[in-house]
């Protein structure tokens, strides 16, 4: 089974600093994997995704993720934050073709001025 | 710019009443998601329909909740009777899935979602 863990709960940064949140998954074969965003009382919309092309992988707004199968994860970046960002990412790995689609517990970014 | 649509946004109902929640899947797409979104539980899936077909509602507690698609345009949730328990936000996803030897796509689109309270 596969299974996903965001490391922290809650990320605070600076406006104009560079962003990290950390995402590392289990799973038995090649997932595809998923960043997406939700800002306040929105659905959620997708960031990027991962599905065994390029390791590196550039989203909306600014974002990028990179794939390291040797160490499991698909941590999400972005250079510099933006108060617009400030909103809640939930990593995403999904097998059989979108059937098991399994979520982290998200991670809240605040931004603050 | 094709989207996911739910109706409705909001429902406000005493325990016991019926509640359903709909869904239009973005046209040509043949899987829905429904998931409900909790302080507590955050994203849990608790139906998948693919090709109209009922592949996964493990998720879902069968004595009060049924999902369904009767036809390829529209996914129904039904809670029957409420709880208070049942406060949540309801999101509904579609994507596109061809299991062949073709293009993978797996992504999912979701809508913005009913928010429930069940008093």
């Known amino acids: 089974a596969q299974s996903v863990t965001q490391l922290d709960s809650h990320v605070s940064v600076s406006e104009g600093t560079p962003v990290l949140l950390r995402c590392n998954y289990s799973s038995s074969y090649s997932p595809s994997l998923f960043w997406y965003v939700q800002h306040p009382n929105k659905g959620l919309q997708l960031l990027l995704k991962y599905t065994s092309a390029a390791t590196l992988v550039k989203g909306i707004n600014g974002f990028e993720a990179e794939f390291k199968k040797s160490e499991t994860s698909f941590h999400l970046t972005k250079p510099s934050a933006h108060m617009s960002d400030a909103a809640e990412y939930f990593c995403v790995v999904s097998l059989n073709y979108g059937q098991n689609f399994v979520f982290g517990p998200g991670t809240r970014l605040s931004v603050l001025p | 710019d094709a989207r996911v649509t739910q109706t409705p946004r909001h429902k406000v109902t005493e325990m016991g009443q019926e509640v359903t929640m709909r869904c239009q899947p973005i046209l040509g797409h043949n899987t829905v998601f429904w998931y409900r979104q909790t302080m507590m539980q955050g994203l849990e899936l608790l139906a998948y329909f693919r090709n109209r077909a009922p592949l996964d509602d493990s998720g879902m507690p069968k004595d009060r909740f049924s999902a369904e698609m009767p036809d390829a345009t529209l996914a129904t949730l039904k809670i029957q009777p409420s709880e208070p328990r049942d406060s949540a936000v309801y999101f509904c996803?579609?994507?596109?899935?061809?299991?062949?030897?073709?293009?993978?796509?797996?992504?999912?689109?979701f809508g913005p979602g009913t928010r429930l309270t069940v008093l």
């Open positions: 996803a579609s994507g596109l899935v061809n299991g062949g030897t073709g293009f993978r796509t797996d992504t999912q689109y």
